[in-house]
């Protein structure tokens, strides 16, 4: 019984061990031998694994990039974590003659060195000394798992070394197989050391999980008691993150449920957002590629409150024009049941605004409305070429300024009502006629 206990104790020591006072860890450990983890070594990664190996420094495969090779696919960007501090990375890729680039990131631990026309951002394991809910003071270490319980979610803190193997402390692995998505150890603590991961685990949740309402109640209580926090994060962050959220999976529900927890106020979203016509747009457009602004805008209900979200977000000038162009439209340019080209007000309104951009942004009216149909005849056409000018009128006589402008107005509505079929000489004999 005694020879037991030893035996136990020494299993148990050797794989389980205290985290941070808040929650027990396990490292588990797999080979990885698939074709996409395969096809990352190229020239440049198998130079860099070579150089940190001379240099007895550990290199390892980080965060999402785990993640995506774990559920099969190859990632497009691959972040590496090291031993190395970045003072001796600097004087390893110096003594070998290896360029770096971008090192702003230094000082958070981050070096950027480029081998064979590739640049690989190598940083430093850390731990967070201190923590105001958006930025965070470091210190290095070497201890993989440290550096690990620092991390927002279980399937973003695995590592992976070059040789295959998988190094997961806080059951990453398993939560993404059974498509979970859980902050490490506690989701207060890891909330309140940076609010935007709020967000994350939202568009985390959407990349991931199977089922919309697969959420751990104790998790969605710790985002509502720390949603305030989200007021202290700049609005472009925010943005980044709610952009990715809107147009993955789930959108409907996961901003819904934003709204439930009372997180829309700290967002620049209306407290009143439009729930019923935002879940009508997503069912109409998810299946379409909308752009983000395309479901956001069915939230708000005037011009006034594109500007307040404008004020907090700062979305480009492109997706606030997107918005304005949806709540103006949305109800007011729609098609004609009486007319027998559907697509024939649309066509008008392009033609009329004589704006590129409109185009595009009738594609988006028409996801927001559901018209599948018009969609793919709308994105068929090329807009016509209004095929006279002042000076064809010119030619034929007419001088004044105000007429010309007269005659090229009534010309354009004929033109319209040819659906765009009549061609010069036509045109101009309707003039002469």
């Not at 692995?173 to 685990?201: C, H, M, N, P």
């Not at 407290?271 to 602004?293: C, F, L, S």
């Not at 918005?323 to 309104?349: G, H, I, M, T, W």
Request: with cysteine.
């Amino acid at each position: 019984f005694l020879l037991f206990l030893q035996m136990w104790s020494k299993l148990l020591r050797s794989h389980v061990t205290a985290r941070s006072g808040f929650c027990w860890r396990r490292l588990f450990t797999m080979q990885l031998k698939t074709s996409e983890f395969q096809s990352l070594f190229t020239d440049g990664l198998n130079g860099l694994a070579e150089l940190f190996g001379k240099h007895q420094h550990e290199l390892r495969i980080a965060g999402g990039a785990v993640r995506d090779l774990l559920s099969g696919k190859r990632p497009e960007d691959v972040d590496f974590a090291t031993t190395a501090t970045p003072e001796e990375m600097k004087r390893m890729f110096q003594s070998a003659g290896i360029r770096m680039i971008n090192n702003k990131g230094e000082k958070h631990g981050t070096i950027t060195a480029r081998l064979h026309d590739e640049n690989f951002e190598v940083t430093t394991l850390r731990v967070d000394v201190q923590t105001d809910g958006r930025h965070a003071e470091v210190e290095f270490t070497t201890d993989w798992q440290k550096d690990a319980e620092r991390r927002d979610l279980t399937i973003n803190s695995m590592f992976l070394a070059l040789d295959g193997t998988l190094y997961d402390y806080f059951q990453g692995y398993e939560d993404l197989q059974k498509r979970k998505v859980r902050f490490v150890g506690s989701a207060v603590e890891r909330i309140q050391e940076d609010y935007l991961r709020i967000l994350r685990y939202f568009r985390f949740y959407g990349r991931v999980a199977l089922d919309p309402g697969d959420h751990e109640p104790e998790t969605l209580k710790a985002i509502r008691e720390n949603g305030c926090g989200l007021a202290s994060i700049s609005g472009e962050r925010i943005w980044v993150e709610l952009k990715k959220m809107v147009v993955g999976n789930h959108a409907a529900h996961l901003l819904e449920l934003m709204y439930s927890l009372e997180l829309a106020q700290y967002m620049g979203l209306p407290q009143d957002g439009d729930i019923e016509e935002m879940k009508r747009v997503w069912r109409n457009a998810n299946e379409h590629a909308p752009k983000p602004m395309t479901i956001l805008a069915s939230l708000l209900h005037s011009p006034e409150e594109v500007e307040k979200m404008d004020l907090r977000l700062k979305v480009s000038r492109e997706e606030k024009n997107l918005a304005l162009f949806l709540v103006r439209y949305r109800r007011e340019l729609q098609k004609n049941p009486d007319e027998l080209d559907s697509l024939k007000p649309f066509k008008d309104f392009i033609i009329d605004s004589r704006e590129l951009d409109n185009q595009n942004r009738v594609c988006e009216l028409l996801k927001y409305q559901g018209e599948q149909k018009l969609l793919a005849e709308l994105s068929r056409w090329s807009i016509p070429r209004f095929p006279v000018n002042g000076h064809d009128l010119r030619r034929m006589g007419i001088t004044s300024g105000k007429e010309i402008g007269s005659t090229l107005q009534q010309l354009r509505e004929v033109w319209k009502k040819s659906r765009y079929r009549m061609d010069k000489d036509e045109l101009l004999s309707y003039v002469k006629s």
